[in-house]
């Protein structure tokens, strides 16, 4: 079972104390203390750069901590990182889909890569075409869709294992205004009718105060605020809004910071997806 919050009886979904990663003499993440309560929809924010990616590598295994730890569904990502695997969906900022094949082959080979049962399948990815509004589409060629079709077609295949927790990087990043909503739809759904535990991290702030039960403002490899939407505009003003939060506690605008290769992904994901 997950470990208890300190004085509260909610299960833990991800725990992390001094996480840390450094590359070389750069300390891309801190030591790092987060909690995030199973079932909540958890927004990580920061400028580029600030460590919410590198963050989202430890936790989904695919790279290792310098130092301190890091548990999902009560799990250490060193110690067991395949259970880590079994329990996570993660929706990467590029795109994942396969454009040459329809939303119900990548689906279906999704399946196969997470080890379904043969039986459970088609079931299983005819279920997640159904939940995700994409029945109609479920026999066309991916690269004929939108980009908010290919959002919740990646979506769809990160829950086919019916993971407990989801990792969202950037999703809704180059979509337009009405794909975007869409997108908040199913996530809203997810984590309403299903339980499931959401870390998402984005720039966008409208998405993070729609979204997120609460939220947590990453800057220079540190946390440096935390709390609801609600908590931490009051703590700037009694009329802020999210985007005075995020220039409040970074010192920066919100496209500041990144890198060449931050800012090219995040060009190619924007082109790919319209």
């Not at 939303?103 to 039986?119: K, S």
Request: with cysteine; glycine share 10%.
């Amino acid at each position: 079972m997950a470990d208890a919050i300190a004085g509260q009886d909610e299960p833990v979904a991800i725990r992390t104390v001094a996480l840390t990663r450094r590359y070389g003499a750069v300390t891309a993440v801190d030591a790092l203390d987060l909690t995030i309560r199973s079932g909540e929809f958890f927004g990580l924010l920061g400028p580029n750069g600030a460590g919410k990616s590198t963050t989202i590598k430890m936790l989904t295994t695919l790279l290792p901590p310098t130092s301190g730890s890091a548990t999902v569904a009560g799990i250490d990502v060193v110690a067991a990182p395949r259970e880590v695997r079994r329990r996570l969906g993660y929706v990467p900022q590029l795109v994942s889909s396969d454009s040459g094949l329809t939303g119900r082959e990548n689906l279906l080979l999704f399946a196969r890569l997470y080890g379904l049962p043969r039986a459970e399948q088609a079931p299983r990815a005819a279920r997640a075409l159904e939940f995700m509004n994409l029945t109609e589409v479920g026999d066309r060629l991916v690269r004929t869709y939108s980009g908010g079709m290919i959002r919740r077609l990646e979506i769809a295949q990160s829950m086919l294992h019916r993971p407990p927790i989801l990792l969202l990087d950037e999703p809704t990043v180059g979509l337009d205004p009405v794909a975007r909503r869409g997108v908040w739809d199913r996530l809203r759904d997810l984590s309403a009718r299903l339980g499931t535990t959401v870390l998402l991290t984005t720039h966008d702030m409208e998405e993070a105060d729609a979204l997120c039960d609460r939220i947590g403002l990453m800057h220079g490899g540190k946390l440096v605020a935390l709390g609801t939407p609600a908590e931490l505009k009051a703590a700037v003003g009694p009329k802020a809004r999210l985007d005075d939060v995020f220039v409040h506690f970074t010192g920066g605008t919100l496209d500041q910071g990144g890198s060449y290769r931050d800012a090219a992904r995040a060009r190619e994901t924007a082109r790919r997806l319209q």
